[in-house]
């Protein structure tokens, strides 16, 4: 069972205190990555009898576990404040299976009362290393703090990125908000092009991933600055641009460097995958706007 699985498991047995403490907990993170139980009860402004009985049903949940003489968050108990914040918004209703699993993600169908469906991307950078240094107590704290400052960031980064972009194309998923290490999206119907799905019309599919390239940078003043055909989707006609946390400004004093490597992993892979070949440096030209004209 995933970290995710068991926060959504626990949800619907925690009470108020325990909420509380794993607030608490959350803003100890921030600072020395451990809390213990007088300044935890002083943070959720709880007695602390109260305080230790919370911790306890916490750590018996996976939500948080001891570190010395203190206590610290797990990513169990991230997600599950992060889940609760999009019930109490009602975006939320039921958490449905994997859509996507990858190094830096996780991918969940998530289900509101009347049955729409959205994608909750739930950030995982680092996980591999995080989950060897649990075995090393000692550095535990700095390393959580590291995993919440990183995941946070993605996610926030994230959302940004796709309200920027909200309007301009729906090549650019829709984010319909974010809570701590995690982003609610719209869902999407469609696979990856690293597994080269068959295209209607690979050149038209090209054009359209030109094209929405130039409307980021042109219109929504940013790059993707991580583009490659595992973060393009398609259902064989249309394509998705997903990923956005790496994204910068335009303005940003390396966004040129980065939006000539967005073009030319593109227009690489799809020749070698499909067999269109491109000018690339007319490509580049269309999508920095030094011409207005595509290739």
Same mark, same amino acid.
């Given at each position: 069972m995933s970290s995710t699985e068991r926060a959504a498991r626990a949800l619907k047995s925690l009470k108020d205190e325990e909420w509380r403490t794993l607030a608490g907990l959350e803003r100890s993170a921030a600072g020395s990555g451990t809390s213990d139980l007088g300044r935890l009860a002083r943070m959720s402004r709880l007695p602390p009898d109260r305080?230790?009985?919370?911790?306890?049903?916490?750590?018996?949940?996976?939500?948080a576990k001891r570190k010395g003489k203190g206590y610290a968050l797990t990513i169990e108990g991230v997600e599950a404040m992060a889940l609760k914040d999009y019930v109490k918004k009602d975006l939320i209703f039921a958490l449905g299976a994997v859509i996507a699993k990858g190094k830096e993600s996780d991918v969940y169908e998530a289900l509101t009362e009347e049955g729409t469906a959205y994608a909750l991307k739930l950030y995982k950078i680092g996980r591999v290393s995080f989950t060897s240094v649990r075995k090393k107590r000692a550095s535990e704290p700095a390393e959580f703090r590291s995993w919440m400052t990183a995941n946070y960031d993605a996610a926030r980064r994230e959302y940004h990125a796709l309200k920027k972009l909200e309007g301009l194309s729906s090549v650019f998923p829709r984010a319909v908000s974010y809570s701590r290490s995690t982003v609610l999206l719209e869902e999407l119907s469609g696979v990856r092009l690293s597994q080269r799905p068959e295209l209607v019309d690979p050149a038209a599919t090209l054009k359209k991933t030109i094209e929405s390239m130039r409307t980021a940078f042109i219109e929504g003043?940013?790059?993707? &600055?991580?583009?490659?055909?595992?973060?393009?989707?398609?259902?064989? &006609?249309?394509v998705w641009l997903i990923d956005w946390p790496q994204a910068v400004e335009a303005a940003h004093p390396n966004s040129m460097d980065l939006l000539l490597h967005d073009v030319r992993a593109v227009t690489a892979f799809f020749a070698r995958a499909y067999g269109i070949e491109s000018d690339f440096q007319k490509d580049f030209d269309y999508v920095s706007g030094k011409s207005a004209v595509p290739e």
């Open positions: 305080v230790r009985f919370a911790t306890d049903a916490l750590e018996k949940k996976g939500l003043g940013l790059v993707n &600055a991580d583009l490659s055909e595992y973060n393009i989707l398609t259902d064989g &006609a249309s």
